[in-house]
C-alpha cells in the first residue's frame, strides 16, 4: 500500500442504532468520531425487510453534519432518489440488479448534487459493475446478504475489492458482518470505507470500537 497513511472512513449503520433513540445514537457515533452515516433503506421487495423512508433521513439530517451515506435496497430506485436527495442524503447507492437503466439513473443522482453508488449482491459478480466506473462516485461491496443486520462476515468477497481497486478511482465501501477482527481483509483488499452496524451499535463504548478499526487500519498503512 506504499508509505502514504491511507485515512479508513468508518459509516456506522443506523440499521442496529436503538430507533427510539434515534437522535441520540447519531450524536453518540458522531462524537465518537465516525466520518459518515450510513443508512439502510429496504422496501420488502428487493429483500425480505422493511425499513427506513425520506421522513426518517430528513429528521437525521437535522441533528448531525456528517455525510449521510443512503443505500438504497429497494426496486425501481429512479423513483424515489430525488426525494432521498431532497431528505439530506449526500451518497446515494443504488443496486445494479433492481434496474435497467443504471447509468441514467447514476447520472441523475450526480445531476441532484450527491455522490453515485452501486452496490451488488455476492452472487453479483463484479463484472457487472465495470461498464459504470466513470458514472461512479462510490461501489459498495456486499460483505453479507443485504436484508438484515448482524449476519456473518463473506471474506470471499474481498477479492471483489481486489478486482476493482485497480480500474476504478473513487471510494470503495464494504457493508456487511464487519467488526475489528475482521476488518483486516476489506483493509488490504483495498476499501476506503468500513460499514459497521452490530460491530459499533452493539457495544456501549462507540469510540472504543472507532478507535479498534482505526487501530487496525494503522496496521495497514
Ligand atoms: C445489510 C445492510 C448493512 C447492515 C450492516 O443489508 O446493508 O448495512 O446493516 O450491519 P452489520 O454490520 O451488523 O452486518
Ligand atoms: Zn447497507
Not at 443506523?14 to 442504532?17: E, H, I, M
Given at each position: 500500500m506504499g508509505n502514504a497513511v491511507k485515512k479508513i472512513m468508518i459509516a456506522p449503520s443506523?440499521?442496529?442504532?436503538d430507533f427510539s433513540r434515534l437522535a441520540e445514537e447519531v450524536r453518540d457515533v458522531e462524537r465518537a468520531g465516525c466520518d459518515a452515516l450510513h443508512i439502510d433503506v429496504m422496501d420488502g421487495h428487493f429483500v425480505p425487510n422493511l425499513t427506513i423512508g425520506p421522513v426518517v433521513v430528513s429528521a437525521i439530517r437535522k441533528v448531525t453534519k456528517l455525510p449521510l451515506d443512503v443505500h438504497l435496497m429497494i426496486d425501481n430506485p429512479p423513483c424515489y432518489i430525488a426525494d432521498f436527495r431532497k431528505a439530506g442524503a449526500d451518497w446515494i447507492t443504488i443496486h445494479v440488479e433492481a434496474e435497467k437503466n443504471v447509468r441514467k439513473t447514476l447520472r441523475e443522482i450526480r445531476k441532484l448534487g450527491a455522490k453515485a453508488g452501486l452496490s451488488l449482491r455476492p452472487q453479483t459478480s463484479v463484472e457487472e459493475l465495470f461498464p459504470y466506473l466513470e458514472d461512479l462516485d462510490l461501489i459498495l461491496v456486499m460483505s453479507v446478504e443485504p436484508g438484515f443486520g448482524g449476519q456473518s462476515f463473506m471474506s470471499d468477497q474481498m477479492s471483489k475489492i481486489v478486482a476493482l481497486r485497480r480500474p476504478f478511482k473513487g471510494l470503495i465501501s464494504v457493508d456487511g458482518g464487519i467488526d475489528p477482527a475482521n476488518v483486516s481483509q476489506a483493509i488490504d483488499a483495498g476499501a476506503d470505507v468500513v460499514v459497521a452496524g452490530s460491530a459499533i451499535f452493539g457495544k456501549p463504548d462507540r469510540a472504543k470500537v472507532i478507535q479498534e478499526f482505526r487501530g487496525v487500519a494503522k496496521k495497514y498503512c
Open positions: 443506523l440499521l442496529s442504532a
